[in-house]
């Protein structure tokens, strides 16, 4: 039997705030993504998601009841902290409805970073509208700042 690859076509997408029974959904994507993608951090745990989202609106993209993705935004200074699709859920428009939430939720245009290594992550974000707006070559690793200049 052939696996069917999961796709939107054929899958409906909800949005949702975070309800308290998704964290160790959340956490596993989070830590899962960043053992596969992001090699500069040291000893990531599973706990991390819940510091670093601390005072975040957190927004849970969801197919068929599967956790696939989530958003953490600072309304305050509208940015976006963290984007992450579940591994085998890339590329189907889940995180470009995570941004579409993201911009509906704040009043200033939309800020992020990237670490300059992220090339998947930096053409995703330009395809989008994003502009760099800053760089920073010091910080550990090295960032990219982006603003969403579509309505600015």
Known sequence: MIKQKKTLANNHLKLRAMRPDDATALARIYLDTR??????VKNPRLEDFVTVTQGEHVQVAIIEEEIVGFASL??????????FIKEGWQNQGIGQQLLTWARQEVRRPLELKVVRINKRAQQF????????????????????????????
Do not use: C, M, Q
């Not at 974000?125 to 600015?152: C, H, M, Q, W």
């Open 74 to 83: 600072s309304e305050e200074d509208s940015f976006l902290h963290l984007l």
């Open 125 to 152: 974000y330009k395809r989008e509208g994003f502009k760099i707006i800053a760089t920073s070559i010091l910080a550990n690793p090295a960032n990219v700042t982006y603003r969403d200049d579509r309505n600015s």
């Open 35 to 40: 053992l596969a993608s992001f090699p500069w």
